[in-house]
T-cell receptor, first 115, second 113 residues
Framework: GAGVSQSPSNKVTEKGKDVELRCDPI?????LYWYRQSLGQGLEFLIY????????KSGLPSDRFSAERTGGSVSTLTIQRTQQEDSAVYLC?????????????FGPGTRLTVL | GDSVTQMEGPVTLSEEAFLTINCTYT??????LFWYVQYPGEGLQLLLK???ADDKGSNKGFEATYRKETTSFHLEKGSVQVSDSAVYFC????????????WGLGTSLAVNP
């Protein structure tokens, strides 16, 4: 079956522009996660959705970052007024959710470069 | 809060050598433990997992045993191959605390022919 997909795979933008990153989770997975992987650093948790609600937004680094999930499926991560320090690989993962286990399945990521 | 510490790399081995990558954790309750692998140019893949104390996860010749008494989940393989060259991440999931994966910083492994 289809795995987690993300688009675009690469995004180059200018400082100050807004970007939207998209994640399509595995069908039927109720939980969705966004992480950020910066060069030379580990993975950083950003936000977690259970269904359409976000019980944990604690990882969003600033109010320039927001995310939404509609229909319990696709999610978009929006970064407003991008800064160079936002350059990273943004990873999306999904899992069956609270009733279905905790293994997370990752998409290939979106590599964001802010010039 | 919960945390994961794994040995720093890079680790360089010759083919058929024995591999150990250490991982220790700090957590309340009863977390699940994972090893993920990231091959060059690819996304993160689950390698193996263990959900309770004394469980052994295994896959592709890799093994890790959940040791609650030492709060460890060390990754081992008896004979590595060039194709095992990748970055390995230890991670913890604690549903009782929050539902996000807590990650180690990753250990880069290079296997030479």
């Amino acid at each position: 079956g289809a795995g987690v997909s993300q688009s675009p795979s690469n995004k180059v933008t200018e400082k100050g522009k807004d970007v939207e990153l998209r994640c399509d989770p595995i069908s039927g997975h109720t939980a969705l996660y966004w992480y950020r992987q910066s060069l030379g650093q580990g993975l950083e948790f950003l936000i977690y959705f259970q269904g359409n609600s976000a019980p944990d937004k604690s990882g969003l680094p600033s109010d320039r970052f927001s995310a939404e999930r509609t229909g319990g499926s696709v999610s978009t991560l929006t970064i407003q007024r991008t800064q160079q320090e936002d350059s990273a690989v943004y990873l999306c993962a999904s899992s069956p959710g609270e009733a279905g286990g905790d293994t997370q399945y990752f998409g290939p990521g979106t590599r964001l470069t802010v010039l | 809060g919960d945390s994961v510490t794994q040995m720093e790399g890079p680790v360089t081995l010759s083919e058929e050598a024995f591999l150990t990558i250490n991982c220790t954790y700090t957590a309340t309750g009863y977390p699940s433990l994972f090893w993920y692998v990231q091959y060059p140019g690819e996304g993160l893949q689950l390698l193996l997992k263990a959900t309770k104390a004394d469980d052994k996860g295994s896959n592709k010749g890799f093994e890790a045993t959940y040791r609650k008494e030492t709060t460890s989940f060390h990754l081992e393989k008896g004979s590595v191959q060039v194709s095992d060259s990748a970055v390995y991440f230890c991670a913890l999931f604690n549903a009782g605390n929050n539902r996000k994966l807590i990650w180690g910083l990753g250990t880069s492994l290079a296997v030479n022919p």
